[in-house]
């Protein structure tokens, strides 16, 4: 009786909400957003996209905290002029109250910068492309440029205003190659296998940094006798990394370890947002003062830091990331690498992701080719130029778009909403802002999780396609390099075809050869049959 009962309520409310539904829908039929995102054509509607918009930014609204804090690994535009007195030349690389201050001015600025970044994207491919694609500042350049340009609070041989000036000339470069229709036929020109490690290498480069001290949930260290070890210590000598209090006794540690379950138990009953549920978690419960997880210690950055939290709404404009570029250093073989590079990935990976989505949203036709494909790659390259222009890196249409689309989201409609949804979390960048390290690092080893499935679709028994594409993977997190993987990915790759290509010109000599004896044989026939023919002329 009681279960009827609730039933019936439910029942009840369901009859408004359908009558509701089906007056915004026919309202919309009626209005130039039918016309203009052809609504009807596509087989969907108003409420349809809404709600494969809503599912779409839920699963990838992590950017926005998880980027802006592998950037300000990087340090951003803080200096040694930034610390507090005494500033020795280390001081960036050591606890410092005013550094650490200037590091959470630019995570702020960082985290804005993200989100402006996703809006304007994805709301410029829904009404130019007219597809249901979100973009952000994508998962790898990010990590490229924190850890292997600039370096750990700056320790790198790039400064953060140069490698912005390398996205952007990456962005200009990658949208000329799309307005010239280069772009799929470069990705084309790149063996299969070493794409596929790529995106794989990168995955497991992600998912290191996420188990790290600094960026991540602690579970490795240094070692000075095997270099990395297990970790998660309770405290850390500051000045030599050394482990204190014991391994595995970080309470951190396990509280993103819990929250890593959570995310992987969301993901594997198919429950959308699981990526947020895990960070939303840990998050709140290290958002309580006084304890041993706590985010705002106290200490004089910590309690200015939870004052900042405690606003909540505030809409926090970017003060020192944007339009920093620096065109210095462009005399340098480390940043022409570091522009080969990004443009590499761009190619590869960001090109694969928009096709990919697009094959799954059925937007494919029996040419390979798809509606709005040319004004999709345009404005996933020119949203990397205004990324570098507020201080992140690559946009990049997300893997998780496929989340809304199978709400059913067919349009750019989809895209716009999702561009809304980026723009109102503008005014929660407090929020967005104190969220520890510790709920970032599980939804970084997700990610590589996500990225190694690539794996199975290389051809492990074919020695060529293996090793290079071995390489690629085991190099990327080990020399703490995407650039040193993709090199020896590729130099492996040629190296093992030049005798394929050796092999092939010899024949082609061969034929050439055996063509020209061919040739010289019947001219020699046909001149000997010449001489035969006046000869019996003369005689007769």
């Given at each position: 009786?009681?279960?009827?009962?609730?039933?019936?309520?439910?029942?009840?409310?369901?009859?408004?909400?359908?009558?509701?539904?089906?007056?915004i829908?026919?309202?919309?039929?009626?209005?130039?957003?039918?016309?203009?995102?052809k609504?009807?054509?596509?087989?969907?509607?108003?409420t349809?996209?809404?709600?494969?918009?809503?599912?779409?930014?839920?699963?990838?609204?992590?950017?926005?905290?998880?980027?802006?804090?592998?950037?300000?690994?990087?340090?951003?535009?803080?200096?040694?002029?930034?610390?507090?007195?005494?500033a020795?030349?280390?001081?960036?690389?050591?606890?410092?109250?005013?550094?650490?201050?200037?590091?959470?001015?630019?995570?702020?600025?960082?985290?804005?910068?993200?989100s402006?970044?996703?809006?304007?994207?994805s709301?410029?491919m829904?009404?130019?492309?007219?597809?249901?694609?979100?973009?952000?500042?994508?998962?790898?350049?990010?990590?490229?440029?924190a850890?292997?340009?600039?370096?750990?609070?700056?320790?790198?041989?790039?400064?953060?205003?140069?490698?912005?000036?390398?996205?952007?000339?990456?962005?200009?470069?990658?949208?000329?190659?799309?307005?010239?229709?280069?772009?799929?036929?470069?990705?084309?020109?790149?063996?299969?296998?070493?794409?596929?490690?790529?995106?794989?290498?990168?995955?497991?480069?992600?998912?290191?940094?996420?188990?790290?001290?600094?960026?991540?949930?602690?579970?490795?260290?240094?070692?000075?006798?095997?270099?990395?070890?297990?970790?998660?210590?309770?405290?850390?000598?500051?000045?030599?990394?050394?482990?204190?209090?014991?391994k595995?006794?970080?309470?951190k540690?396990?509280?993103?370890?819990?929250?890593?379950?959570?995310?992987?138990?969301?993901?594997?009953?198919?429950i959308?947002?699981?990526?947020?549920?895990?960070?939303?978690?840990?998050?709140?419960?290290?958002?309580?003062?006084?304890?041993?997880?706590?985010?705002?210690?106290?200490?004089?950055?910590?309690?200015?830091n939870?004052?900042?939290?405690?606003?909540?709404?505030?809409?926090?404009?970017i003060?020192?990331?944007?339009?920093?570029?620096?065109?210095?250093?462009?005399?340098?073989?480390?940043?022409?690498?570091?522009?080969?590079t990004?443009?590499?990935?761009?190619?590869?990976?960001?090109?694969?992701?928009?096709?990919?989505?697009?094959?799954?949203?059925?937007?494919?036709?029996?040419?390979?080719?798809?509606?709005?494909?040319y004004?999709?790659?345009?404005?996933?390259?020119?949203?990397?130029?205004?990324?570098?222009?507020?201080?992140?890196?690559?946009?990049?249409?997300?893997?998780?778009?496929?989340?809304?689309?199978r709400?059913?989201?067919r349009?750019?409609?989809?895209?716009?909403?999702?561009?809304?949804?980026?723009?109102?979390?503008?005014?929660?960048?407090?929020?967005?802002?104190?969220?520890?390290p510790?709920?970032?690092?599980?939804?970084?080893?997700?990610?590589?999780?996500?990225?190694?499935k690539?794996?199975?679709?290389?051809?492990?028994t074919?020695?060529?396609?293996?090793?290079?594409?071995?390489?690629?993977?085991?190099?990327?997190?080990l020399?703490y390099?995407?650039?040193?993987?993709?090199?020896?990915g590729?130099?492996?790759?040629?190296?093992?075809?030049?005798?394929?290509?050796?092999?092939?010109?010899?024949?082609?000599?061969?034929?050439?050869?055996?063509?020209?004896?061919?040739?010289?044989?019947?001219?020699?026939?046909?001149?000997?049959t010449?001489?035969?023919?006046?000869?019996?002329?003369?005689?007769?």
């Amino acid at each position: 009786m009681g279960g009827g009962k609730v039933c019936g309520v439910f029942s009840r409310l369901k009859k408004p909400w359908t009558r509701m539904e089906k007056t915004i829908n026919e309202a919309v039929t009626n209005s130039f957003i039918e016309t203009y995102f052809k609504l009807q054509q596509r087989k969907t509607c108003f409420t349809k996209e809404l709600r494969a918009a809503t599912a779409t930014f839920l699963t990838m609204a992590y950017i926005i905290t998880v980027n802006a804090t592998i950037l300000t690994a990087s340090g951003g535009t803080c200096s040694v002029a930034d610390c507090s007195p005494p500033a020795t030349p280390d001081c960036t690389l050591k606890p410092n109250a005013g550094y650490e201050a200037c590091l959470a001015k630019t995570k702020n600025d960082l985290v804005v910068a993200t989100s402006v970044t996703a809006m304007v994207s994805s709301v410029a491919m829904g009404f130019l492309a007219n597809l249901p694609l979100g973009l952000a500042p994508g998962m790898g350049p990010n990590a490229y440029l924190a850890f292997n340009l600039v370096g750990y609070h700056g320790s790198g041989s790039i400064s953060y205003q140069t490698s912005m000036a390398i996205v952007l000339v990456e962005g200009c470069a990658f949208l000329l190659a799309s307005a010239f229709g280069l772009r799929g036929k470069l990705a084309k020109l790149i063996p299969r296998s070493v794409r596929l490690a790529c995106a794989a290498g990168i995955g497991l480069f992600i998912a290191f940094v996420g188990l790290q001290v600094n960026q991540g949930v602690g579970l490795i260290g240094p070692d000075p006798a095997n270099l990395v070890t297990m970790t998660a210590c309770k405290s850390i000598d500051p000045e030599t990394g050394a482990c204190l209090g014991g391994k595995l006794q970080s309470p951190k540690f396990w509280l993103g370890a819990f929250g890593f379950l959570i995310t992987s138990y969301g993901l594997m009953k198919n429950i959308k947002g699981s990526m947020i549920y895990g960070i939303l978690f840990v998050t709140f419960v290290s958002w309580f003062r006084h304890t041993e997880v706590t985010y705002f210690p106290d200490t004089p950055l910590g309690d200015g830091n939870f004052n900042y939290f405690k606003q909540i709404v505030d809409f926090h404009k970017i003060e020192s990331t944007a339009w920093v570029f620096s065109f210095d250093d462009f005399n340098k073989r480390e940043v022409w690498e570091a522009l080969a590079t990004l443009f590499y990935v761009d190619v590869i990976a960001m090109t694969g992701i928009m096709y990919t989505m697009a094959e799954i949203g059925e937007f494919v036709d029996e040419k390979g080719n798809f509606e709005g494909e040319y004004m999709a790659y345009i404005v996933d390259a020119a949203g990397t130029i205004v990324g570098s222009a507020l201080g992140v890196t690559t946009t990049a249409t997300f893997v998780e778009s496929s989340a809304g689309m199978r709400e059913g989201g067919r349009t750019g409609l989809t895209a716009v909403i999702i561009g809304l949804f980026f723009f109102l979390s503008l005014f929660f960048t407090p929020l967005l802002s104190s969220v520890p390290p510790w709920a970032i690092g599980p939804s970084l080893v997700m990610v590589g999780v996500m990225m190694m499935k690539v794996v199975k679709d290389i051809d492990w028994t074919n020695i060529k396609e293996a090793v290079p594409a071995f390489a690629i993977m085991i190099l990327m997190p080990l020399t703490y390099s995407i650039a040193n993987g993709i090199v020896a990915g590729i130099g492996l790759y040629v190296a093992l075809s030049l005798f394929d290509y050796a092999a092939s010109i010899i024949n082609w000599l061969g034929k050439m050869r055996r063509r020209m004896i061919k040739e010289h044989n019947q001219v020699s026939a046909t001149a000997t049959t010449g001489v035969d023919s006046n000869s019996i002329v003369e005689i007769i």
